[in-house]
């Protein structure tokens, strides 16, 4: 299922961490409307998987040196669930903070001023031309090492990738990665701040191929590390 939430600024200015923000905002509607699905989700000492991803889309802006500035005051952020029951969740927490003011940059606040759901379109067939939304992000996470991001071009990271993906799947019910594969089409090396450091990713279209369970599934939950983060969503364009 897809949440689709129309978010409003005060001013024009926002802080160059913009995922932080978000994800900061959904934090803070969960503690206060469902703390029992906090405490489950990033209470002290968990580290397991968050079933979701998200984008934002803000259409243009002009990135300074210390924030960003929107043509509109008015942004889109979407999440994305396999997982009916947390989907509901989290829009139901989302409601309860629904036109409060939240504390952005320097003195700028935001709000959420409309929010909808959306049920999954089923898609058919083993391969589809996708455009990530949110650029995909593939780390190698290794405790008390430093992390190792790849961007699209650079040898290890497919194999990455699955790794990734075999964690990213283990409760998901499917056990077989078959034939899967992610091949650029047009894509670029992108960097992004988020909570405090420069993260590799990468943009643009890519072909996905795999079983059409699988293909869905990735289509609900993004794909790659760092999801819920605002990085692995994408949209399925052929």
Not at 32 to 59: C, H, Q, S, W
Not at 65 to 92: A, K, M, R
Not at 93 to 118: Q, S, T
Not at 134 to 158: A, L, M
Request: glycine share 8%; proline share 2%.
């Amino acid at each position: 299922m897809k949440i689709m939430a129309t978010i409003e600024a005060d001013g024009n200015e926002l802080n160059l961490d913009y995922r932080r923000l978000m994800l900061s905002f959904l934090k803070n509607a969960l503690q206060k409307n469902n703390p029992e699905l906090y405490n489950n989700m990033y209470g002290d000492g968990v580290t397991k998987e968050k079933n979701f991803a998200a984008d934002i889309r803000m259409g243009y802006v002009k990135y300074l040196s210390d924030c960003i500035q929107l043509t509109n005051n008015e942004f889109v952020w979407e999440i994305v669930t396999p997982d009916l029951l947390l989907g509901i969740d989290i829009y139901n927490a989302l409601l309860g903070v629904r036109n409060i003011d939240y504390p952005a940059y320097k003195g700028n606040k935001i709000r959420l001023k409309k929010i909808r759901m959306e049920n999954h379109k089923h898609y058919d067939g083993n391969s589809v031309l996708i455009r990530f939304c949110s650029g995909i992000c593939v780390r190698k996470h290794i405790k008390g090492e430093k992390d190792k991001y790849f961007f699209f071009d650079e040898e290890g990271f497919f194999e990455q990738l699955l790794c990734n993906l075999k964690i990213q799947l283990k409760d998901s019910g499917i056990n077989d990665l078959g034939d899967f594969g992610l091949e650029a089409v047009e894509a670029k090396r992108v960097y992004s701040k988020t909570f405090g450091i420069i993260i590799p990713n990468s943009v643009g279209r890519f072909r996905l191929t795999g079983s059409n369970e699988l293909i869905n599934y990735l289509c609900q939950a993004g794909i790659g590390s760092r999801r819920n983060n605002a990085f692995g969503m994408f949209e399925i364009i052929g």
